[in-house]
């Protein structure tokens, strides 16, 4: 089935079975009963009715019974202007979040989380489990109260309390397997042998040694295994009316498909409530959480360590240890030479130090352990009538251990360096000090809101670093600092930012048909230079409620109806070294010489202006709801980091802007609902188009460079962001087997001047497509996500269709030119200009998947002392529709660049999994 096909066959199906749902008589649904539903705002709330912003809200239950370890996964599929990119199938991946596109280049473009309170950018660690509810704030009238902070939009995350007078124990686990999702057909001996007759004769000698003789090793077996999940939950809640108090303990455990990837966790949260007195409030949050994570290289190339691309590359004839050759060679005193000792890996007959995945896995061990505490407590004073005092304090502090250790024993590249490793200490502490006065007044038709604050931030990083290598012990087996000799170094960093910010907002309602709200910022940050520290950041939207107006508050048909808009501005300064502006000088990372540090004593904030046109539509008693939303985002005086002198160190400054423009549209049906059925529906799509506008100082900068072929992306005016940059792929020479390149400048000759825009990663659009039904007791949930009109860049085609040196290779390669008068679109084996960067490599990567099924059960107090016992079976990653040749078009190799998308350089591939779990209430 074709994509476009594909996604014409899910449109047919539900809009005509939602219309025909729709039209029944009303007498077979249960009616619904209308309820001001209030939605979270920045310090507050909102009746929903009233809103003036973009924000979208989403529940538990969309999400609860999937695998998922990052509250990313989460927000995946059930948002409009919410694209989330899980970057590779690695346990413990960090996620690729954006709300409404990328606004920035270089500085940070995740959204701000707030979770109870607490503000954050990293979201890892965060239990799932523990989650009520996720609201979205995705314009600047709703995010500019959150200052440069909010720049790249808002998710507010509201984790569960306890109820006075009803505990309650909960306990909830799921078991799993996940297997790899897709594979890439490689030569097998005699296709391979016939590759390597054209590239270079001579090294058939070595493959037919009859030291190989039998070999025929099937890597993907050696490198991919079934991975296993487990997750574990359990909370107890209780409490009166003066205090209640929610705890929480959960453990996960994902065995990765390629060892030793894992990824592991154990949460602990408390969540306190007390009223002291009739005036008196305070609350208490606190989490622990400890991860630990085991990495296994990949997003490379096999020579330089790669396992994914390695377990394609590496010839089958050659066997992963050297005892598995047939003929061991000796020493005169009949000792094993290095490389065919027992517990060696295997050597490559070709190429010194490049081994084979199996050797990639296990060298090099890349351990890394994390703990966080992530907490506040807050007081609520009632000081008079309608006003409200509340302060709180947070903390957010990691510790964090990263130790690599290489052994001198086992490995060619080992034996070299005599071992090597490093030890990296890092803390991170976040600390957040906040007042806010909130004053409300009602009065007949009106209703009036007025809240002020005042916020204190202060980010602390250090950072010890240790590294070495030359150890005495050939058997070394851990990496110790002190022995490493000659060689080895160390650094020690601290960096400290300190932010100030006062914030307001106000809300009028008249007679709950029309609200303005304006907020404001104002931001001081010390990564600014004298007279740039402070920043201003205002907002101001508006709704009409016109399904209360006199003509439409009886109609059957529409029952709501509003329309709101908005404009407003933030700032973004992360792209700034803390000390910047001071030009001091600092160690480099790998030792060595000093450098200055990042000079930028010019630079002032990323300015964002949003604009925002919306509208709500409610039919039938609000079982049809549509949400439309028209956007438009720039931004001024982009942050980056020039090179302008080769070897020097970058300047970083303000270098132009870019934008943002889009659409988005949510609809929520309820199709069927009776008593023994019931059928809800959520469709969301999303169309973003994002352009720089302008640069100075340079007219392009270059980023994602790999081996051979250089920078693969280019920003430049005009063009969208992360762009691929290349030469244009014109076939195969017919005659000669060498490649075409266009000569796009007209000078008859092949030279840079031909080089163009080959590509653009970013997506026409992107939806997503829940279905939940429920009969009796049964109950079946369905998600389908999907993303059109996007390129990949297939970086890693240059592995396995080079056809120059002894990989192994793609079964693409088997339609390379052989003979003159061959027509076909693979040039010939050691074609001249084959490894440079052209569309060639460029592949459409839209795609729809069936990213998540459901079915469960729930028995009503099946024994005593249980309330309720639900049991589910899910598929995760289940079918994926695309014409995208690698193992699967969700990926991003250059997730740590910012503002770089859609490359695949041997990245670990996406899983497919399978899990049973169980949720019992007691």
């Known amino acids: 089935m074709s994509i476009k096909k594909g996604l014409g066959l899910i449109a047919v199906l539900y809009f005509t079975s939602s219309f025909q749902a729709q039209v029944k008589s009303d007498s077979t649904a249960v009616k619904?009963?209308?309820?001001?539903?209030?939605?979270?705002?920045?310090?507050?709330?909102?009746?929903?009715?009233?809103?003036?912003?973009?924000?979208?809200?989403?529940?538990?239950?969309?999400?609860?019974?999937?695998?998922?370890?990052?509250?990313?996964?989460?927000?995946?599929?059930?948002?409009?202007?919410?694209?989330?990119?899980?970057?590779?199938?690695?346990?413990?991946?960090?996620?690729?979040?954006?709300?409404?596109?990328?606004?920035?280049?270089?500085?940070?473009?995740?959204?701000?989380?707030?979770?109870?309170?607490?503000?954050?950018?990293?979201?890892?660690?965060?239990?799932?489990?523990?989650?009520?509810?996720?609201?979205?704030?995705?314009?600047?009238?709703?995010?500019?109260?959150?200052?440069?902070?909010?720049?790249?939009?808002?998710?507010?995350?509201?984790?569960?309390?306890?109820?006075?007078?009803?505990?309650?124990?909960?306990?909830?686990?799921?078991?799993?397997?996940?297997?790899?999702?897709?594979?890439?057909?490689?030569?097998?001996?005699?296709?391979?042998?016939?590759?390597?007759?054209?590239?270079?004769?001579?090294?058939?000698?070595?493959?037919?040694?009859?030291?190989?003789a039998g070999i025929n090793t099937d890597w993907v077996k050696k490198v991919y295994r079934t991975g296993f999940d487990q997750n574990y939950n359990v909370n107890y809640s209780f409490g009166d009316e003066n205090v209640k108090a929610y705890t929480a303990l959960g453990y996960q455990n994902i065995g990765g498909i390629v060892s030793p990837s894992d990824f592991g966790r154990l949460s602990a949260k408390i969540n306190l409530d007390a009223k002291i007195t009739n005036w008196l409030k305070v609350t208490s949050n606190m989490n622990y959480i400890d991860t630990k994570t085991n990495n296994t290289s990949d997003n490379n190339a096999g020579a330089q360590g790669g396992v994914i691309l390695s377990a394609l590359t590496t010839p089958t004839f050659m066997p992963a240890y050297g005892s598995e050759v047939k003929v061991r060679p000796t020493d005169a005193n009949g000792d094993y030479l290095d490389g065919y000792k027992d517990g060696q890996f295997a050597l490559n007959p070709f190429t010194g130090g490049w081994e084979n995945p199996v050797s990639f896995m296990k060298r090099e061990s890349d351990k890394t352990h994390s703990q966080r505490f992530l907490s506040n407590l807050g007081i609520e004073v009632n000081l008079l009538k309608n006003l409200i005092w509340k302060s709180s304090v947070s903390l957010d502090h990691i510790s964090s251990t990263n130790e690599k250790f290489l052994d001198p024993y086992r490995s060619e590249y080992g034996r070299q360096q005599k071992g090597s490793g490093s030890k990296n200490y890092l803390t991170y502490q976040d600390f957040n000090f906040e007042n806010t006065l909130n004053y409300t007044l009602k009065s007949g038709i009106h209703d009036f809101a007025v809240l002020g604050g005042f916020q204190m931030h202060e980010r602390k990083n250090d950072g010890q670093y240790y590294w070495g290598s030359q150890f005495a012990d050939p058997f070394q087996s851990s990496f110790v600092y002190d022995i490493t000799n000659p060689s080895h170094g160390e650094i020690y960093r601290k960096e400290i930012l300190k932010e100030v910010s006062f914030f307001g907002r106000a809300i009028y309602t008249l007679a709950n048909k029309y609200t303005v709200m304006a907020v404001f910022r104002e931001n001081g940050s010390s990564a600014l230079a004298d007279g740039k520290k402070w920043g201003f950041f205002p907002g101001i939207s508006a709704s009409w409620n016109i399904s209360n107006e006199n003509f439409l508050k009886d109609n059957s048909t529409i029952s709501d109806l509003k329309i709101r808009g908005g404009w407003g501005k933030t700032g973004n300064a992360s792209g700034i070294p803390f000390y910047a502006h001071y030009n001091l000088d600092r160690l480099n990372r790998d030792g060595g010489a000093w450098s200055p540090y990042q000079t930028g004593s010019d630079v002032t904030w990323e300015v964002t202006t949003d604009t925002n046109f919306g509208i709500d539509l409610g039919f039938l008693n609000n079982r049809i709801k549509l949400t439309a939303d028209f956007y438009k985002r720039k931004t001024d005086d982009l942050i980056m980091p020039l090179t302008i002198?080769?070897?020097?160190?970058?300047?970083?400054?303000?270098?132009?802007?870019?934008?943002?423009?889009?659409?988005?549209?949510?609809?929520?049906?309820?199709?069927?609902?009776?008593?023994?059925?019931?059928?809800?529906?959520?469709?969301?799509?999303?169309?973003?188009?994002?352009?720089?506008l302008e640069l100075k100082y340079k007219p392009f900068i270059d980023a994602a460079s790999i081996p051979s072929a250089g920078n693969l992306v280019r920003f430049a005016a005009g063009q969208p962001i992360s762009s691929f940059f290349g030469y244009k792929y014109g076939g195969v020479d017919s005659a000669t087997g060498e490649i075409i390149y266009k000569d796009l400048d007209g000078n008859g000759e092949f030279n840079a001047g031909d080089r163009t825009f080959i590509g653009d990663p970013n997506p026409d659009y992107t939806f997503g497509f829940t279905n939940n039904f429920t009969y009796k007791n049964w109950y079946m949930d369905v998600l389908v996500t999907a993303s059109q009109g996007n390129d990949i860049y297939n970086a890693s085609r240059f592995e396995l269709e080079m056809m120059d040196d002894h990989k192994n290779q793609s079964t693409r390669v088997l339609d390379r030119w052989m003979n003159p008068g061959d027509i076909t679109n693979v040039p010939k084996a050691n074609a001249t200009n084959a490894k440079i960067s052209s569309d060639r490599f460029i592949e459409d990567g839209s795609f729809v998947k069936l990213k998540s099924v459901t079915l469960g059960y729930n028995f009503i107090k099946p024994i005593k002392g249980i309330s309720k016992l639900n049991v589910y079976v899910t598929g995760q990653n289940l079918y994926t529709w695309t014409n995208y040749s690698g193992f699967d078009p969700e990926v991003n190799a250059f997730a740590s660049t910012n503002g770089v998308l859609g490359i695949d350089y041997g990245t670990y591939p996406q899983v497919r999994t399978f899990v049973f779990g169980l949720k019992a209430n007691f």
């Open 32 to 212: 619904e009963k209308k309820i001001d539903e209030v939605v979270l705002i920045g310090y507050g709330t909102v009746k929903k009715k009233n809103a003036t912003s973009a924000i979208e809200n989403i529940k538990a239950d969309a999400f609860e019974e999937r695998p998922i370890y990052n509250v990313g996964q989460a927000l995946q599929g059930n948002a409009a202007g919410v694209s989330v990119v899980q970057n590779s199938g690695k346990p413990g991946q960090s996620l690729n979040v954006k709300i409404r596109g990328n606004n920035s280049i270089s500085s940070g473009v995740n959204p701000l989380y707030v979770v109870d309170g607490i503000q954050t950018f990293d979201i890892s660690g965060i239990n799932t489990d523990d989650i009520v509810d996720m609201t979205i704030l995705k314009d600047a009238t709703s995010a500019a109260i959150y200052g440069i902070n909010g720049s790249s939009g808002v998710v507010i995350i509201t984790t569960k309390r306890a109820k006075a007078n009803k505990p309650q124990l909960n306990f909830n686990a799921y078991w799993g397997v996940s297997k790899k999702v897709d594979n890439v057909d490689v030569l097998n001996p005699d296709q391979y042998k016939a590759l390597i007759s054209e590239i270079n004769p001579v090294w058939l000698n070595t493959i037919n040694d009859p030291m190989y």
């Open 645 to 692: 002198i080769t070897g020097q160190p970058d300047y970083t400054q303000n270098v132009g802007s870019m934008e943002n423009k889009g659409m988005e549209f949510t609809l929520n049906t309820v199709n069927i609902k009776n008593i023994d059925f019931s059928w809800n529906t959520n469709f969301n799509i999303s169309f973003n188009k994002s352009k720089v």
